[in-house]
C-alpha cells in the first residue's frame, strides 16, 4: 500500500514538474526547447533478506520538450562490502531519450548482511539539447531506511502472518503471541495441576474403598 501512494505521489509530482517547465517563456513567448530528467530508483522485493536477490530499478523520465542527448546513468551506491552485484551493471548509457519518454535499467544485488539498506542516489548525466556541449547532472531517488532482514526474521514474519491468517487478525504482532503463550501456558499449568488432584482423588477413593472390602472380608 506504501508503493502504491509513493507511485502516485511521484507521477504527479512529474506532472507537476513537466507542467511547470512547459509553462515557462522567454520574452519572445518561445517554449522551453531543452530537456528535463527525473529518475527514480525502487526495488521490486516487497521484502529485501539478507542471502536473498534485491531486484534495483531505475527509471529515467524526460519531462522536458526535447530530447536528453548522450544520457549515461551511474550507481554507486552498493559497495562490494555489503553488496554483491549478482546480475547486470551499476552503470547505464542511452544516445537520447524522446521528449515525454522513460527509460529503465535494472540490475541485482544481494545483501551479505541484515540491517538498514542505505543506498544514495544514483547520478545522471546528460545533454538538454542535440546542439548543447554542456552536460549537465542530476540525482535519483534514493532507498534510504529499508529494512534487510535475517533468514531467522524472515521466517518470523512469515510466521506472524500465518498466525495473523489463523487468529482472525486478533494476534498481529510477536509480542501478541509471547503474550499469548504466556497465558496458554499457565492455563496448562491450572488445568493439569487440577486434573493431576483429581486423579489423585479418584485413586485414593478407590485404595480407601479397597481398604474396606479388604478389612470385611477378614471379619468373615
Not at 119 to 125: E, I, R, Y
Request: aromatic share 10%.
Amino acid at each position: 500500500m506504501a508503493s502504491i501512494k509513493f507511485d502516485r505521489v511521484f507521477i504527479l509530482a512529474l506532472v507537476l514538474f513537466a507542467g511547470v517547465c512547459t509553462a515557462q517563456y522567454d520574452e519572445d513567448d518561445t517554449e522551453l526547447t531543452e530537456a528535463h530528467l527525473i529518475a527514480r530508483k525502487t526495488i521490486a522485493e516487497k521484502v529485501s533478506v539478507s542471502g536473498e536477490n534485491a531486484t534495483v530499478t531505475i527509471q529515467i523520465f524526460n519531462a522536458g520538450s526535447s530530447a536528453a542527448h548522450g544520457v549515461s546513468l551511474k550507481d554507486t551506491t552498493f559497495p562490494s562490502t555489503y553488496y554483491d552485484l549478482v546480475e547486470g551493471a551499476f552503470s547505464a548509457a542511452w544516445a537520447k531519450i524522446g521528449a515525454g519518454s522513460n527509460v529503465s535499467h535494472t540490475f541485482v544485488v544481494k545483501p551479505k548482511n541484515a540491517g538498514m539498506m542505505m543506498s544514495g542516489p544514483a547520478v545522471v548525466t546528460y545533454r538538454p539539447s542535440d546542439d548543447s556541449d554542456e552536460e549537465q547532472a542530476m540525482l535519483s531517488t534514493s532507498i534510504i531506511g529499508r529494512p534487510v532482514l535475517s533468514m531467522v526474521q524472515k521466517y518470523v514474519s512469515l510466521a506472524l502472518q500465518l498466525g495473523r491468517y489463523i487468529s482472525l487478525g486478533v494476534l498481529k504482532t510477536q509480542g501478541d503471541w509471547t503474550v499469548f503463550g504466556g497465558v496458554g501456558a499457565v492455563l496448562f499449568i491450572l488445568f493439569g495441576t487440577n486434573s493431576s488432584i483429581l486423579r489423585y482423588n479418584e485413586w485414593r477413593k478407590e485404595r480407601m474403598s479397597k481398604s474396606a472390602t479388604d478389612e470385611l472380608l477378614k471379619d468373615e
